[in-house]
């Protein structure tokens, strides 16, 4: 089996730990929400083995020592405090920003080397914390880093990926500074995959990641996986050798068919006035001009108002005077494009 062919399953079956667990990590500043912090990660036995000790960098899992059993050991880990989280190598990750230059090989080259793959993972500890606030406790996220690590674990103790064991590098997102710097919080985050350590992919359970993440992804040359994120039709051509979304479509797409679903369904009718929230952001804007508008016009129907809004959590405070706008307008019918939040729409229209 080919890097390529390794790689593309060894990021597979990663991902299944990921799937149906996405948030987007910027919510947690918001009015009334969490401190947004991970806090003290309590101590924790994930693959048999635990210690404690803190570190800023990541979280590395792996490679255990084989043992006697088909296919080798689990992978060791330790437990961490603050945004980032170390264990499992004989090392800690280092710190998760660096001015090392980028290497000369790609990230895949670097990482599926000596009988190992190197995989990352995107995590947000603070998520499920959010989620739980909010009342939805049948959905909370859980421990991602857990959940990912019991994944990496089965890989390894079934012989790994094509005869590579798979070592787990999980960069965990300190969701304060996701919510105020959104952009500064993500580039962290790169630099720890492809200057402070070299991995293959990178698996995301994250959601709204903003764009500079996948760009810096992109330079390296490593691949990004995640099961539940917002892009447009364009977003995933620019990036379309190296951002991979298996099992959902573009929030282009998903515009146009939710237009003629309730079409389909009558909650849009030729007399219905609508309205759209979104970032304002490239991908924001494409899902509504290049999904939303044209579907609207096949039914005769057209975009009365749209509101842009920012990308941190100042976001929440721009709600208030387009929802009154919008009332004015008379505007009926509201979408939700890449970065709307229905739930702060509704909570500005009730006050």
């Avoid at 090392?91 to 290497?103: D, N, Q």
């Amino acid at each position: 089996m080919n890097r390529q062919a390794v790689l593309g399953c060894a990021l597979a079956l990663v991902m299944l730990a990921a799937c149906g667990t996405t948030v987007p990590v910027r919510a947690e500043g918001g009015p009334g929400a969490v401190g947004a912090s991970p806090g003290d990660r309590p101590s924790t036995t994930l693959g048999g083995v635990a210690s404690s000790g803190t570190v800023a960098g990541g979280y590395a899992v792996g490679p255990a020592a084989p043992s006697a059993s088909a296919g080798g050991g689990n992978a060791a880990a330790t437990t961490g405090t603050g945004s980032s989280y170390a264990a499992g190598s004989s090392s800690p990750g280092a710190g998760a920003a660096s001015s090392a230059p980028r290497p000369a090989t790609t990230g895949s080259e670097a990482a599926v080397q000596g009988g190992t793959i190197t995989i990352g993972a995107l995590t947000a500890e603070g998520a499920g914390a959010y989620e739980r606030q909010l009342g939805f406790s049948g959905v909370a996220t859980g421990d991602q880093a857990a959940l990912t690590t019991a994944v990496v674990n089965y890989i390894n103790a079934h012989g790994g990926i094509a005869g590579h064991r798979v070592r787990l590098l999980i960069y965990d997102v300190k969701a304060q500074d996701a919510a105020t710097n959104p952009s500064s919080a993500y580039q962290a985050a790169c630099a720890f995959f492809t200057q402070d350590n070299h991995v293959a992919a990178v698996a995301s359970y994250l959601s709204l990641v903003p764009a500079n993440f996948y760009s810096c992804l992109q330079q390296a040359g490593v691949v990004v996986t995640t099961p539940d994120e917002e892009f447009s039709a364009a977003f995933l051509s620019e990036f379309a050798n190296t951002v991979v979304e298996p099992n959902a479509p573009s929030y282009t797409r998903l515009m146009a068919d939710s237009v003629d679903a309730l079409w389909s369904a009558g909650w849009l009718t030729g007399q219905s006035k609508v309205g759209v929230v979104a970032f304002d952001t490239p991908d924001g804007h494409s899902s509504v001009d290049a999904g939303l508008v044209p579907a609207l016009q096949r039914h005769g129907l057209r975009l009365a108002d749209s509101f842009y809004t920012s990308t941190d959590t100042s976001a929440y405070g721009q709600y208030a005077g387009p929802v009154l706008r919008f009332k004015a307008e008379g505007i009926d019918r509201v979408f939700f494009a890449i970065g709307g939040e229905p739930a702060i729409f509704a909570l500005a229209a009730e006050q």
